[in-house]
């Protein structure tokens, strides 16, 4: 079983962009930690205190571990402070696959932490550094879609949620104040209910999450592919 580290800009990208992925993994065994790197506030119609309330229901909902990193939202930087924060988790976690989203974006936040996740991924290796825990260099970085841009995401590769999406809805909804509340925002989990049906269809699934990687990823077989 692999140690996972999912990273998100604010707390509910994770579950927006794969919630059913993060629940197959923990019911497959599983260490998988969620990391948001701001509190996401302030919002409308919330606040750190209800955010971070939230954050921990969705949390539990997945069945997983959550960490909470605090930069301010909106004012993300890519800074070697927050490369060695985020390299400083890898560490203690000793993740060995890092997801993150993927690095087109109209959100300032989640370009700058992509390319701080990335970084962080290189710098969480080196030996003779000032950061806690045991070098270690995650052998994969997954890229997950939860962008603000108006268009389809293009993937190399789905993972199946089937049976995952009804718990992967009840985690986005979770976040009241932002897909309740709000009444223009309640369409979002219907939109990613019809994404997952159509990356679904795309393996022949019920249902799927997309994935982009920069690296290829080596089989040992076609055992594990849809086909």
């Not at 119609?45 to 949390?59: F, L, N, Q, V």
Request: proline share 6%; net charge negative; aromatic share 10%.
């Amino acid at each position: 079983m692999a140690n996972i580290l999912v990273v998100g800009p604010h707390p509910d990208d994770q579950e927006l962009g794969m919630g059913g992925t993060i629940a197959r993994l923990v019911d497959q065994g599983h260490d998988v930690l969620l990391l948001d790197i701001t509190t996401g506030e302030p919002t409308p119609h919330g606040d750190e205190e209800t955010r971070a309330k939230e954050a921990a229901k969705a949390a539990e909902i997945l069945g997983v571990k959550r960490r909470m990193l605090g930069l301010p939202n909106r004012f993300v930087e890519h800074t070697i402070e927050a490369r060695h924060l985020v390299a400083g988790v890898i560490r203690e976690h000793q993740a060995q696959v890092v997801f993150t989203p993927y690095f087109q974006d109209a959100h300032p936040d989640h370009r700058a932490v992509t390319r701080i996740v990335e970084d962080a991924r290189f710098d969480a290796k080196l030996s003779k550094i000032d950061l806690p825990g045991d070098p270690c260099y995650p052998r994969w970085l997954f890229y997950y879609y939860a962008t603000h841009l108006r268009w389809v995401a293009d993937p190399n590769f789905c993972i199946d949620i089937t049976g995952y999406t009804d718990r992967k809805r009840e985690s986005i909804v979770a976040y009241h104040t932002q897909f309740v509340l709000p009444e223009k925002n309640r369409r979002v989990v219907e939109w990613v209910d019809a994404a997952a049906t159509y990356f679904g269809s795309r393996i022949g699934v019920e249902a799927a999450e997309p994935f982009f990687t920069k690296e290829p990823i080596g089989l040992d077989g076609l055992n594990g592919l849809l086909l």
